[in-house]
């Protein structure tokens, strides 16, 4: 008899009202913007198919993120879901300052002057907000403005201190508008005044990830790490790759970040464009390769800002992502600002269910073979043959226990057919694993025998109807259960 029903779950699972995440494996992360910040409209799009929520600390304040932070978290208490927070840090975002009259009309051949004294832009001079760029950029690099709209070249560095430019494809430019530097390894840390201020905030508020901007070396991370373990947070990192220098150390960031974002904005301004799709694609088999989750972000669905349906190249953009294997994709101002945040958010759900039905193979298993040089062959071993079983017995559900989320990490990058459900003592783990492809997390803290854990398990999911008489479960887990060792244990059962 399991004896779950009030210890080990803090609330029950209702299946008609979890069915929208229940048919997608492939995870939804939508921005929270003006146009969605409301707990009913919060609620909307976690039904039409949200598992994480993202707040970008590049726009708004914390008193504003902490009344989106506290309807999530009253999502999470009151309704059948587990939404996961991520905290995405603004990191060395350069940009210009105010412009006269807010834009000015810039034409080839037009010789402009940047400073980093805060002045209202002219065309004789224009604030920017990079004290070192005189330092750093040499005569004849390319600076973009305005996701590459835009583009000048250094002509001068003056004694001032200010660079000069020359124009070469012109357009409107106007204030606030963001600045690349293709040519340019830039000398800014990755963690600025302002995301160390906003660190402490997503600390405090025990956010469940962190994503840190333009990632350019494992040092980056290692700087974010030692910030969050002094603190004793348990906070995961997710690291964006949108500059060149990380794709110099992609698989060093890798192993060191607990996920991956490849942010398509700036790296497709910062890169050829025509690079960007294969590079997708390596970053997402390497992701896979090393059991880390990985978003695909920027501009999925942007047509829908607008309209009530995507460009058919969106469409395939989405289906794409999921074929070569994502974790999740994401929505940026589709949802924070858009006219139908709601509608692209189940537009993006039924792209994603369509093609994960097809039956179309993006199973990973027979690549993905377990290392004989990694420290964790031997767990990572049972999870691998964990998923085989689970296809050859056609089973129904595949279930793991982890105590730091890398048995779930690793069960998901196979990418296993059967429904894959992942049990913790960690309540942290819980809102975390859902940002993983497939993975459905509960909170359990049993600790008795092995067989008395797995019964309990098998009927906390019979009680929640994914499971029923009859069916078929393939177990991991380790024993003894009081050690906490790593996965060594693998299990069939049919449920009675």
């Not at 905030?201 to 910030?227: G, M, N, P, T």
């Not at 039924?350 to 420290?375: A, C, F, T």
């Not at 790593?486 to 049919?494: E, H, S």
Request: with cysteine.
């Amino acid at each position: 008899m399991a004896k779950h029903s009030q210890k080990y779950y803090h609330k029950s699972m209702d299946r008609e009202a979890g069915l929208a995440h229940k048919t997608h494996r492939t995870k939804i992360v939508a921005t929270v913007g003006p146009a969605c910040d409301t707990y009913d409209k919060l609620l909307e799009l976690v039904k039409a198919g949200v598992n994480v929520f993202r707040l970008n600390f590049s726009h708004g304040g914390h008193e504003d993120k902490t009344k989106i932070i506290e309807h999530i978290r009253k999502i999470n208490k009151t309704e059948p879901f587990n939404i996961a927070i991520l905290g995405d840090l603004q990191g060395p975002k350069l940009r210009v300052g105010e412009i006269e009259g807010g834009e000015i009309e810039i034409k080839p051949g037009d010789i402009l002057t940047f400073t980093n004294e805060k002045v209202i832009g002219t065309k004789e001079r224009i604030y920017v907000s990079y004290p070192n760029l005189h330092a750093d950029i040499t005569v004849g690099n390319i600076i973009l403005i305005n996701d590459g709209r835009l583009e000048v070249k250094v002509t001068k560095i003056l004694k001032n201190n200010d660079v000069q430019v020359v124009v070469t494809m012109g357009g409107l430019l106007s204030s606030k508008k963001g600045i690349n530097l293709p040519d340019t390894k830039i000398s800014l840390p990755a963690l600025t005044e302002k995301d160390l201020a906003d660190l402490e905030y997503i600390i405090e508020k025990e956010l469940d990830w962190v994503a840190l901007s333009f990632v350019r070396s494992v040092k980056d991370l290692q700087i974010l790490r030692s910030k969050l373990d002094r603190k004793q947070s348990k906070t995961k990192i997710i690291a964006k790759i949108e500059k060149p220098e990380a794709l110099e150390n992609l698989r060093d960031i890798i192993v060191e970040s607990d996920a991956v974002m490849i942010a398509r904005g700036d790296l497709g301004v910062e890169l050829p464009v025509e690079k960007i799709p294969l590079l997708q694609k390596q970053i997402i088999r390497m992701c896979l390769h090393r059991a880390k989750p990985v978003i695909v972000a920027t501009q999925m669905m942007e047509s829908m800002i607008e309209l009530n349906k995507p460009n058919r190249s969106e469409i395939t953009d989405v289906a794409n992502a999921v074929i070569e294997g994502a974790d999740a994709v994401m929505l940026s101002a589709e949802t924070a600002a858009g006219e139908h945040p709601t509608l692209v958010v189940e537009t993006m759900r039924k792209i994603i269910i369509e093609v994960e039905k097809s039956g179309y193979n993006y199973n990973r298993e027979d690549e993905l073979v377990p290392q004989p040089h990694s420290p964790s062959f031997l767990s990572d071993a049972i999870c691998y043959n964990a998923c085989k079983l689970a296809k050859d017995v056609n089973a129904d559900a595949l279930i793991g226990m982890t105590q730091t989320g890398y048995t779930g990490f690793v069960l998901s990058s196979y990418r296993p057919k059967a429904p894959l459900y992942i049990f913790t003592k960690e309540r942290s783990l819980v809102n975390q694993l859902t940002l993983s492809w497939g993975v459905r997390a509960f909170y359990y803290d049993e600790e008795e025998s092995l067989d008395d854990i797995i019964f309990d398990q098998i009927d906390i999911l019979k009680e929640r109807q994914f499971l029923k008489i009859g069916d078929i479960v393939i177990n991991t887990g380790s024993t003894p259960v009081a050690a906490h060792l790593p996965t060594n244990v693998l299990k069939i059962t049919t449920v009675e």
